[in-house]
């Protein structure tokens, strides 16, 4: 079984995008046995009430201190799988990157692996100008 752990505070519209893509990555994958579990960090928008409507969503609510290690610390603790999978709340995760670290047992094939990323930096989202920026690791020659 794996979960998968998302955080966030006040992430509106981003969150949803968010909570569809690990949906659709889990539905894709076929994977069975999983959860989906969402931490928020006090959001004063309306991202709780825009939330609801997912019915297999477990939402957790942090009242004290909080920063990004604490909510996930708060997801890891709530999880019921020792398969962890953990996405901030502005990002999105492909359907094809699971099978790159799932075995056929939904287990994890490493210990730990982080993916790369492409960076969507929505200049206003009403005119729905984009700008993309590409990541790379320290590694891998920049063009």
């Known amino acids: 079984m794996i979960s998968f752990i998302i955080i966030g505070k006040n992430e509106g519209w981003k969150l949803l995008k968010s909570i569809e893509s690990v949906f659709k990555a889990i539905e894709i994958n076929k994977i069975k046995n999983s959860e989906v579990i969402y931490v928020d960090s006090k959001s004063t928008d309306n991202t709780l009430n825009a939330i ?6 477990k939402i957790v609510l942090i009242e004290g201190e909080t920063n990004a290690a604490v909510a996930r610390n708060i997801g890891f603790k709530e999880s019921a799988n020792q398969n962890l999978v953990f996405i901030d709340g502005d990002m ?26 492409i960076n969507y930096n929505y200049d206003s989202f009403q005119r729905r100008k984009l700008t993309i920026y590409k990541s790379f690791n320290s590694n891998e020659q920049r063009f």
């Open 92 to 117: 999105e995760i492909k359907s094809d990157f699971l099978p790159l670290i799932l075995d056929n047992n939904n287990n994890l094939k490493y210990p730990f692996c982080s993916g790369n990323w």
């Open 52 to 57: 609801k409507k997912y019915k297999n969503l």
